[in-house]
């Protein structure tokens, strides 16, 4: 069983289009997170979920909205979705301080 | 904030060379360190890790010291395999309780070359 999974792997859409990536784990973590990757490599983190409360919104604008419908998933949606979005999304959950398990990512090309 | 700043690569090594990857930090306290490594196609995994000044992390032959009079943790390791090809990433913890984060460097690229 996959302990961290994200779909879609690939995601391809125009300039201006709402997408979603969701994220589930089966780890029994309390916390998870959203990482973005750019074309570099460079990770930065976007957003931290503690058992369904906001944790850390890292200046991400407010097209990107996160929802944690429960401890377990921590879905991402982003809205008019620009050609600077496009890069590799990282879902993460965490049982404590440092120790990440990573999802293997959503690579979004906007056009 | 913290940062952590690692160095360049791409890095090409052969098969059985001896590897080095800098990273230093500039953090306010005296955070936990860790290198992660990502291989193509993946997500990144926890490589090793240390939580105070003068531990050593160590794991598949990899070894990072946390050095605190030279704010480094630099990854080594005596002989790399083909299979070792990957990004590596430096990472420090920020925060703490429920509200703590990774910072990552920019990741390294190692190429190893039979």
């Known amino acids: 069983d996959t302990a961290v999974s994200q779909t879609p792997k690939y995601l391809v859409t125009q300039m201006g289009n709402d997408k979603s990536i969701k994220c589930e784990q089966n780890?029994?973590?309390?916390?998870m997170y959203w990482y973005k990757q750019d074309s570099k490599k460079f990770l930065k983190i976007m957003f931290s979920?503690?058992?369904?409360?906001?944790?850390i919104n890292e200046t991400v604008p407010n097209r990107f909205s996160p929802k944690s419908p429960d401890k377990a998933h921590l879905n991402l949606h982003i809205n008019s979705l620009e050609l600077g979005d496009s890069a590799v999304y990282f879902c993460?959950?965490?049982?404590?301080?440092?120790?990440?398990?990573f999802g293997s990512g959503t690579q979004l090309s906007v056009l | 904030g913290d940062s952590v700043t690692q160095m360049e690569g791409p890095v090409t090594l052969s098969e059985e060379a001896f590897l080095t990857i800098n990273c230093t930090y500039t953090?306010?306290?005296?955070?936990?360190l860790f290198w992660y490594v990502q291989y193509p196609g993946e997500g990144l995994q926890l490589l090793l890790k240390?939580?105070?000044?003068?531990d050593k992390g160590s794991n598949k032959g990899f070894e990072a010291t946390y050095r605190k009079e030279t704010t480094s943790f630099h990854l080594e390791k005596g002989s790399v395999q083909v299979s070792d090809s990957a990004v590596y990433f430096c990472?420090?913890?920020?925060?703490?309780?429920?509200?703590?984060?990774?910072?990552f460097g920019k990741g390294t690229l190692l190429t190893v070359n039979p």
């Open positions: 993460a959950s965490s049982p404590d301080a440092g120790k990440l398990f």
């Open positions: 780890l029994g973590h309390d916390t």
């Open positions: 979920y503690n058992n369904k409360e906001l944790i």
């Open positions: 953090a306010t306290g005296y955070p936990s």
């Open positions: 240390a939580t105070k000044a003068d």
């Open positions: 990472a420090l913890q920020e925060g703490g309780g429920s509200n703590y984060k990774l910072t």
